[in-house]
Nanobody, 114 residues
Framework: QVQLVESGGGLVQSGGSLRLSCAAS????????MNWYRQAPGNQRELVAR???????NYGDSVKGRFTISRDNVNGTVYLQMNSLKPEDTAVYYC????????WGQGTQVTVSS
């Protein structure tokens, strides 16, 4: 069984930065594709960033150039560095691991004030 625990969310002003962390338990982490998704009220959950086991990354168009995803396979943690935050980045951010099946964290709230 895999457990994902997010941390690092909070309230920040427009233009500010936050760093989200997702700690994973279980032996699959180093082999899993790790993703950050977000969901704002009334919206569908959307992919924010992805990092493969080999370190290749992909980003949603709305966050390219502002967000950076990284992973620490030794400590089983994936990070999302969010810079130049905008009010439209306000959402619950979810950590996701995919290895044969999907695993989800409980989510962490990010609120960006204008």
């Amino acid at each position: 069984q895999v457990q994902l625990v997010e941390s690092g969310g909070g309230l920040v002003q427009s233009g500010g930065s936050l760093r989200l962390s997702c700690a994973a338990s279980g032996a699959i982490f180093s082999s899993a594709i790790m993703n950050w998704y977000r969901q704002a009220p009334g919206n569908q959950r959307e992919l924010v960033a992805r990092i493969t086991s080999g370190g290749s990354t992909n980003y949603g168009d709305s966050v390219k150039g502002r967000f950076t995803i990284s992973r620490d396979n030794v400590n089983g943690t994936v990070y999302l560095q969010m810079n130049s935050l905008k009010p439209e980045d306000t959402a619950v951010y979810y950590c996701n691991a995919f290895f044969l099946k999907n695993y989800w964290g409980q989510g962490t709230q990010v609120t960006v004030s204008s």
